[in-house]
């Protein structure tokens, strides 16, 4: 069965840390451009961060731009998102999503609706 996993949410102050992560199994993740969205309570999907395949390429929205970094672990299928000096306004369902295509390099291009696996998603949750 090919699916995502993500795990590393939770409930932090503002200015704190929280590292995500994303395994994959059923497929090599190596081989695909890997992306993290996220949604807040009546908002549209926002592309967070995304990497194209083997590492080759990574894009952060100017939001989080400074504060969030994305990585890969081939040896264990997963993808992270490490989130520093986190903000209220960064709460949100976190998500991965892996896709197939190689057709652009710049890995931002592709519209979350152009994946095609998906987790199912992690609380990220910042108050005081």
């Known amino acids: 069965q090919l699916q995502l996993m993500e795990s590393g949410g939770g409930l932090v102050q503002p200015g704190r840390s929280l590292n995500l992560s994303c395994v994959a199994s059923?497929?090599?993740?190596?081989?695909?451009?890997v992306g993290w969205f996220r949604q807040a309570p009546g908002k549209e999907h926002e592309g967070v961060s995304c990497?194209?395949?083997?590492?080759?390429?990574?894009y952060y929205a100017d939001s989080v731009k400074g504060r969030f970094t994305i990585s890969r672990d081939s040896a264990k299928n997963t993808v992270y998102l490490l989130m520093d000096n986190l903000r209220p306004e960064d709460t949100a369902v976190y998500y991965c999503a892996a896709v197939s295509s190689v057709r652009y390099y710049d890995c931002s291009r592709y519209g979350w609706r152009e994946y095609n696996y998906w987790g199912r998603g992690t609380q990220v949750t910042v108050s005081t």
């Open positions: 059923g497929f090599v993740l190596e081989n695909y451009g």
């Open positions: 990497m194209r395949r083997r590492n080759e390429f990574t």
